[in-house]
């Protein structure tokens, strides 16, 4: 498994942007795709976004398209979530995982995101 650290996460009011970080430890980061989710209060987490390990394929929930850009740097080992327009409803903590084969593995400790309105 990869150890992964989030940060970047904070208060933004709405309209803002924000960007996250993922740093993962481990020299197989390069072959595993990754994802990130969120999990608000009182709610199930949820997909936000996923690229595959070669960043050449990028996969988003549809609350989330076209406002958030999902991005890797295979060299600094870290992933990226940009995130702009945001809205109360994208308030959650927001985590990011690894996923070698079919499932994801590995989790961060999740960075906080408030949007308040």
């Known amino acids: 498994q990869v150890q992964l650290v989030e940060s970047g996460g904070g208060l933004v009011q709405a309209g803002g942007s924000l960007s996250l970080s993922c740093a993962a430890s481990g020299v197989a980061f390069r072959s595993y795709d990754m994802g990130w989710f969120r999990q608000a209060p009182g709610k199930e987490r949820e997909f936000v976004a996923s690229i595959t390990s070669n960043g050449g394929n990028t996969n988003y929930a549809s609350s989330v398209k076209g406002r958030f850009t999902i991005s890797r740097d295979n060299a600094r080992n870290t992933v990226y979530l940009q995130m702009s327009s945001l809205k109360p409803e994208d308030t959650a903590l927001y985590y990011c995982?690894?996923?070698?084969?079919?499932?994801?593995?590995?989790w961060g400790q999740g960075t906080q995101v408030t949007v308040s309105s």
């Open positions: 995982a690894a996923r070698p084969g079919v499932r994801y593995n590995s």
